[in-house]
T-cell receptor, first 114, second 113 residues
Framework: DTEVTQTPKHLVMGMTNKKSLKCEQH?????MYWYKQKAKKPPELMFV???????INESVPSRFSPECPNSSLLNLHLHALQPEDSALYLC?????????????FGSGTRLTVV | GESVGLHLPTLSVQEGDNSIINCAYS??????FIWYKQESGKGPQFIID?????DKRQGQRVTVLLNKTVKHLSLQIAATQPGDSAVYFC????????????FGKGTSLLVTP
């Protein structure tokens, strides 16, 4: 299995809703990432987990809350989002903290906040 | 901060021609580079990578060239096909700065029949 799987593929949520994005990989990668991508822009890093510990938070608002339950799973919990948070949310993984070999992205979750 | 950039935002080529997409980087500490292809509505798809101890790497129909002297990276696609139409991003990883990739702005490649 050489894929990063993200669910759901599409999500529409209201500003008062709570939802979660899920990401899964079975490549044995020990580093996992959340990126945000707005239309016609490159992906921007949000969070990095290394060996299931949060190692980088790129000053992301607290309405985004990441979680790494185990080495294969990465969640992004969403609460009280704003319409400007609408974007493609991408999960990625790579081999480990010292080697980015095999840096692989999922297909993303297209999030619309209404 | 330092960033990866691209010389051309859009590139139109005829089917069968070779395509060259360029990328400039400014941080001499960058030690790993990746080219991604992103089709509409999809996540970035890995194309090819190259480490800073190499000048050239070839894949199937693609070649990446790295010129560390002028901090320039290029992606060459041979015999471009309509299915190659997409946005192409170069990305860099800076040694010992963490695990994140720093992406360039992207080049939109349009292959015309």
């Amino acid at each position: 299995d050489t894929e990063v799987t993200q669910t759901p593929k599409h999500l529409v949520m209201g500003m008062t809703n709570k939802k979660s994005l899920k990401c899964e990989q079975h490549m044995g990668h020990r580093a996992m990432y959340w990126y945000k991508q707005k239309a016609k822009k490159p992906p921007e890093l949000m969070f990095v987990y290394s060996y299931e510990k949060l190692s980088i938070n790129e000053s992301v608002p607290s309405r985004f809350s990441p979680e790494c339950p185990n080495s294969s799973l990465l969640n992004l919990h969403l609460h009280a989002l704003q319409p400007e948070d609408s974007a493609l949310y991408l999960c990625a993984s790579s081999q480990d903290s010292t080697d980015n070999y095999g840096y692989t992205f999922g297909s993303g979750t297209r999030l619309t906040v209404v | 901060g330092e960033s990866v950039g691209l010389h051309l935002p859009t590139l139109s080529v005829q089917e069968g021609d070779n395509s060259i997409i360029n990328c400039a980087y400014s941080n001499s500490a960058s030690d790993y580079f990746i080219w991604y292809k992103q089709e509409s509505g999809k996540g970035p798809q890995f194309i090819i990578d190259i480490r800073s101890n190499m000048d050239k790497r070839q894949g199937q129909r693609v070649t990446v060239l790295l010129n560390k002297t002028v901090k320039h990276l290029s992606l060459q696609i041979a015999a471009t096909q309509p299915g190659d139409s997409a946005v192409y991003f170069c990305a860099e990883n800076i040694k010992n700065s963490g695990y994140a990739l720093n992406f360039g702005k992207g080049t939109s490649l349009l292959v015309t029949p």
